[in-house]
Structure formats: structure tokens, C-alpha cells
């Protein structure tokens, strides 16, 4: 039989008396998206891993991290650029409208092209449609005629399931049913901190932007 000296016992006893080394809490990054920046939320919560928990809130003015596609009107916050998103008017697969101009996407959103076409956007403030109106309706006022989507994912649904019909998409929303038919451009994808990022918020940006 091997024997066991004293010390060695000795050095099991502390072992097992000696504190545990305490884990570090993750940090809770309160974060808030627009519907058409939740592609990017998946990318955020991969990079918090383990580091970080991430809380959804409703309100942007409450969050630490606000993802959005495009720059809003009035930006006084830091913001910082995690990837670029295209804008593009879509249509039916089965719709007669064909490629369209600047102009002509402008006619038919405000009412002047085709009666039998039906239009459909987003409410004033949502991220998407602050782009369409500012890089294409410039000023003038969408057809009273148009139907409302709540997000792209409703947009998409109506573009494919619905008749003759033509709205705005982000290109990472767009349906292999439908066709577009104008390229918007391309916009920046944001994410805007109400101060100077720090800590866990500093590197869960600086991972989005890899």
C-alpha cells in the first residue's frame, strides 16, 4: 500500500478550505432595435456571449445600444456604422410594373401612376421610410390610398401573397417571391449610444463592427 505523508494531507486540507474564486457578473445591456435592424440583434446577442445579458426594451430613449438602419433626421448621439443595408421598392412577382426610375417610384407613391397598383409603407417614424422619403419622395406627400405595414416582415407577406402591389424593403427582408423593381441605395446600419460607449457596450460594438 502507498503511503501518504503528512504534508501532503495537509495540503488537501486547504484545498478544500481555501475560498472559491468568485465569477463575474454579466453585465445587463439594456438594448433596444428597429424592426428592420433585427437581423443585426441576432449578430449582438452572439457577441455578448457570456460577458453580457442583453435586455429588450420598447423604449430607444431608455437603451444603451439602439440598432436602426439609416441616420435618423436629427442624430446628436454617438453613432457608429456595424454594417450598410440596401432599400429597395418590391413588387408582386406577377405585377406589371417593371424597372422604375427615381421619378416614377416618386408618381406612383404619391398617387400618379397606375389606380389598380396598391402601395403599402411604413408608419412616419420608422426607419425605412425616413430613408424613402428622404431620398425619394423629397417633400411630397405618399397617396392617402396606401396601406400601412406594421414591419418589413408584413411588407414581405403582402408583396408576395397579394396582388399587383409595391412597397419598400430592406434587401436582408426581401422574399424570393418578389421582385424589385428600384434600388433606393445603400444606407448605413447603426448603432447609437446615448453617451460615449464604455466597458462591456464599447466591446459589444467593436465586435459588431468586425
Avoid at 420608422?126 to 392617402?144: A, C, G, K, L, W
Wanted: charged share 20%.
Amino acid at each position: 500500500m502507498k503511503r501518504v505523508t503528512l504534508p501532503f494531507i495537509l495540503l488537501l486540507i486547504l484545498s478544500a478550505c481555501a475560498p472559491a474564486v468568485p465569477t463575474a457578473t454579466p453585465e445587463v445591456i439594456s438594448v433596444y432595435s428597429t424592426a428592420a435592424a433585427r437581423p443585426w440583434l441576432s449578430e449582438l446577442y452572439d457577441c455578448a456571449g457570456t460577458e453580457a445579458v442583453l435586455s429588450r426594451l420598447d423604449d430607444p430613449s431608455a437603451a444603451s445600444i439602439v440598432l436602426r438602419v439609416g441616420q435618423p433626421e436629427s442624430l446628436t448621439s454617438p453613432a457608429y456604422q456595424i454594417d450598410t443595408e440596401e432599400i429597395l421598392v418590391v413588387t408582386q412577382r406577377q405585377s406589371p410594373i417593371q424597372n422604375l426610375s427615381l421619378e416614377g417610384a416618386r408618381a406612383l407613391f404619391s398617387g400618379q401612376g397606375d389606380p389598380s397598383v396598391q402601395v403599402w409603407v411604413y408608419f412616419s417614424g420608422d426607419d425605412i421610410q425616413e430613408v424613402f422619403n428622404r431620398s425619394v419622395m423629397q417633400r411630397q406627400n405618399i397617396t392617402p390610398t396606401a396601406r400601412l405595414a406594421v414591419d418589413p416582415q408584413q411588407m414581405s407577406d403582402a408583396l408576395v401573397n397579394e396582388s399587383n402591389t409595391v412597397g419598400i424593403l430592406p434587401r436582408h427582408w426581401k422574399a424570393v417571391d418578389s421582385r424589385e423593381v428600384f434600388s433606393i441605395g445603400t444606407v448605413p446600419v447603426l448603432a447609437i449610444t446615448p453617451t460615449e460607449p464604455e466597458g462591456a457596450v464599447k466591446r459589444l460594438i467593436a465586435c459588431l463592427q468586425k
